[in-house]
């Protein structure tokens, strides 16, 4: 009987086998000669891009979009270029994503100094500051000693953003994520901790002097470089708003903060020509020609996923819309005055 039953199992793996070799039998069969012409293609792309930089030798980047895949490493890359190929009808091996396509790839050893495997805090630390540290701590070094807020007095780490608005550059962040959360945060922010999102965070703590939390960091950002973000667009609205119990969601929900801010409030009234959104129809009603400082906290956590966004009643903005409406306001009055601009875009 055992027998038997090995023979069945055997056949039954041996059909799915021929059924999975048939179904990528069925895409068309790719010529050698395809190779040649791939190859052709590129050595031909290579030298007019080539010609282009030699004629625009003297000419400088205007803007600069730092596009941050979180966890996005290579096996993810790979799995994401085989489906998109799969859904063209092909094997999907041979597809090739759009950036990709870039004239300049680069690979990056990712690591925090405390351990191999990193977290988000300590590598957009890095990539913001070009200094790797430890893991679980925003814009500050090594020395840094994690949770201890005494210990941040010199060890804070000036971030790419902040350069851009020490020079007078416009800067944006855009995430689906809380914009309060360890990406996007590297950005703006310098906190030991980085759950460190928002005031009561802090408060448990037995020594919290000389900690700021990192929604009032995104708010104060004007008070220490430039004239702070002109657009921040995500989620995380619960880290911005006070802790009111009965609010209910036509004012965008009950937030978590205890000290008796509204850091919302506080943006409006900190930044000339500002705006503050929470929802798809406010989001649209934005004119960007005179919005100089928009905030956008669409979720009270984490904004979700694409899959899932349609079926949102309040509405929220796919991750492609904010990232243009960043574009539109560079394009509108904040150009003339500023001409560059710097964004991190995070999904």
Not at 150 to 165: D, R
Not at 244 to 265: F, I, W, Y
Not at 328 to 333: A, F, K, P, Q, Y
């Amino acid at each position: 009987m055992q027998f038997i039953f090995q023979i069945a199992v055997c056949s039954l793996s041996l059909l799915a086998n021929i059924s999975y070799s048939a179904s990528l039998n069925s895409a068309p069969e790719e010529s050698s000669i395809k190779w040649y012409q791939q190859g052709e293609k590129a050595i031909q792309k290579a030298r007019l891009s080539a010609k282009e930089a030699a004629k625009n030798s003297d000419a400088s980047a205007k803007n600069i979009i730092l596009f941050v895949g979180d966890g996005m490493g290579i096996s993810t890359i790979t799995a994401a270029r085989i489906y998109a190929g799969q859904m063209q009808g092909k094997p999907g091996e041979e597809n090739i994503l759009f950036f990709e396509k870039f004239p300049y790839l680069a690979l990056a050893k990712t690591y925090n100094t405390n351990q191999q495997t990193p977290d988000s805090a300590g590598t957009m630390t890095a990539m913001m500051t070009g200094m790797k540290t430890k893991a679980g701590i925003i814009g500050v070094g090594q020395d840094m000693i994690r949770t201890n807020c005494s210990s941040i007095t010199g060890n804070t780490l000036t971030t790419a953003l902040e350069h851009a608005e020490q020079i007078g550059m416009s800067t944006g962040v855009v995430s689906t994520a809380r914009l309060t959360h360890a990406t996007p945060a590297a950005t703006y922010a310098h906190v030991p901790e980085r759950n460190f999102e928002d005031d009561r965070d802090i408060s448990i703590m037995t020594n919290a002097t000389g900690c700021k939390d990192i929604a009032a960091q995104l708010i104060d950002l004007k008070d220490r470089y430039g004239d702070g973000l002109e657009v921040a667009l995500g989620g995380g609205r619960k880290n911005f708003i006070r802790r009111v119990h009965g609010a209910g969601p036509e004012n965008g929900g009950m937030g978590e903060s205890e000290d008796g801010r509204d850091l919302t409030t506080e943006w409006l009234a900190h930044y000339p020509n500002s705006a503050y959104v929470w929802n798809q129809a406010q989001f649209d009603a934005i004119n960007p020609g005179s919005t100089e400082h928009l905030l956008g906290l669409f979720n009270m956590s984490h904004m979700e996923y694409e899959e899932d966004r349609l079926n949102d009643t309040v509405g929220e903005p796919s991750l492609s819309a904010l990232a243009a409406s960043h574009g539109e306001r560079t394009r509108g009055l904040v150009v003339p005055r500023r001409r560059r601009a710097v964004v991190l875009s995070e999904s």
